[in-house]
């Protein structure tokens, strides 16, 4: 029998999918993949610090005290199905990552804890033997799932989340939990406002993004049907809003042009750190802010919906427990000045929560007289981009349904009154802190914003 100390490097001499094991976070010999508290040296166990049979069981030759192996031959020779486990992939990732089994770790490691929640998750007990190693992204498509190995390459994964605010892009370092993992790249329209002409799948993908938009955009078809909800609830297309050729984004894909009237960033007092130097040129990760309410790293799972995440979480309700829901008290800018906390206004983790860093929030009859609007009347209820610039949810057409339903007040066509017209029906971007009454037609905000000359963009 091969003793298992040279089992690891007889795998890593055999051109298999190990990748570069040794200095994953998994594979390292100093702090990788720990069981020798199993080692034995009666009957020959000997589990070094990051070797393979911590997690494969090859040809079932270790006869100790390890976990036997599944029911039959296990998938990629993995381990057993643990306690609280429902099938052989995440299982064998959670023996070690919350369900208990030797080297659990806790914060955060202890992913079964994110998992297990029900606000918003990626939730792996509903596709239980979909996952197939190398597989294409027209069977992701036909076979619906998530598993460990579609975001991670456990051969590869480093250990240390990447640094909010980072100035060289967001780019997937060698260190972080995504590095190797598959991803998709889209091909970007030269249009407003038009979802990207294709999607190649790559096998390592380079950016956060490539890795979230094999299930989160036209990737897929149409990510709604992907969510088995409807309305405020519904998956949107992430590819499309953010698309860089879109009139406003948050800089996920790319970053945003800075300087003069036709600026898409805003001013470096209109951010917080560390999003407030690098204005125009800074990118973000999707996990900045979608990710979990506890230490646990990652989005794997929250107890809030859309797993927002940072101090404030409510969107666009005054609550965080109403995130998703079609009905409840809307946010109004005279918010401003409230203490942080869960229900407090998401977008202030990023831009600060203050009225004077806005010419347009700052007017009194947007926070202290009768007109005082709530924020989704005029900004779209999802935030990811738009087809109007700052992200304004502006419709002038007769019927007021170019506006995607989704994208209203209450997330399924009607604005913050219960009502189908939209407060804002033109719009015309300025540069920062240069706006006045005629970029805006707004009727119900009487004279100043009534004539129906007033501002150029519409959705």
């Not at 000997?46 to 976990?67: K, M, R, T």
């Not at 900045?288 to 404030?312: E, F, I, Q, R």
């Amino acid at each position: 029998m091969l003793a298992i100390a040279a089992a690891t490097w007889l795998c890593l001499t055999l051109p298999a999918a190990a990748g570069t094991y040794t200095s994953s976070a998994h594979g390292s010999s100093t702090t990788g993949v720990n069981r020798t508290s199993l080692n034995n040296a009666t009957t020959g166990e000997d589990y070094s610090i990051g070797n393979c049979a911590h997690c494969h069981e090859q040809h079932a030759s270790v006869e100790g005290a390890e976990p036997a192996p599944d029911t039959g031959p296990a998938n990629y020779l993995g381990m057993a199905k643990e306690s609280g486990g429902t099938g052989a992939e995440q299982s064998l990732c959670l023996h070690c990552h919350g369900l208990g089994g030797n080297g659990a770790g806790g914060a955060p490691d202890n992913i079964f804890t994110d998992i297990s929640k029900t606000g918003g998750r990626h939730n792996m007990a509903v596709s239980d033997s979909a996952h197939r190693a190398n597989e294409t992204q027209s069977q992701i498509n036909s076979n619906r799932h998530v598993e460990c190995t579609d975001c991670h390459n456990p051969h590869a994964a480093g250990k240390t989340m990447h640094t909010k605010g980072i100035a060289t892009g967001n780019e997937i370092a060698a260190t972080t939990p995504l590095h190797k993992a598959t991803g998709v790249v889209p091909s970007f329209s030269g249009s407003n406002w038009t979802a990207p002409t294709s999607y190649s799948a790559i096998q390592t993908a380079t950016k956060e993004y490539q890795v979230c938009f094999k299930c989160h955009s036209g990737a897929v078809g149409n990510p709604a049907t992907w969510s088995g909800t409807s309305g405020s609830t519904a998956w949107t297309d992430v590819g499309l809003e953010f698309s860089p050729k879109n009139k406003s984004f948050h800089p996920i894909v790319a970053g945003l042009a800075s300087g003069g009237s036709g600026s898409s960033a805003l001013t470096a007092g209109q951010l917080s750190a560390p999003w407030n130097t690098n204005v125009g040129t800074q990118t973000m990760f999707c996990s900045d802010c979608h990710a979990s309410d506890s230490a646990v790293a990652g989005p794997h799972g929250s107890g809030y919906k859309w797993m927002l995440t940072g101090t404030n979480k409510a969107w666009p309700f005054t609550s965080a427990a109403s995130n998703g829901a079609n009905s409840g008290t809307y946010r109004l800018i005279t918010s401003f000045g409230s203490a942080a906390g869960t229900d407090s206004c998401f977008c202030w983790n990023c831009h600060p929560n203050d009225k004077t860093k806005n010419t347009a929030h700052s007017q009194t009859q947007h926070h202290t007289s009768a007109f005082k609007p709530y924020c989704v009347d005029c900004h779209i209820r999802v935030p990811h981009g738009g087809k109007v610039s700052r992200l304004i949810a502006a419709d002038n057409n007769a019927s007021y349904t170019n506006l995607p339903a989704r994208y209203t007040a209450n997330g399924e066509g009607k604005n913050s009154s219960g009502g189908t017209a939209p407060m804002t029906r033109k719009f015309t971007k300025q540069a920062p802190g240069s706006y006045g009454f005629g970029d805006c037609y707004t009727p119900q905000c009487g004279a100043k914003h009534n004539s129906s000359g007033y501002g150029s963009e519409t959705w």
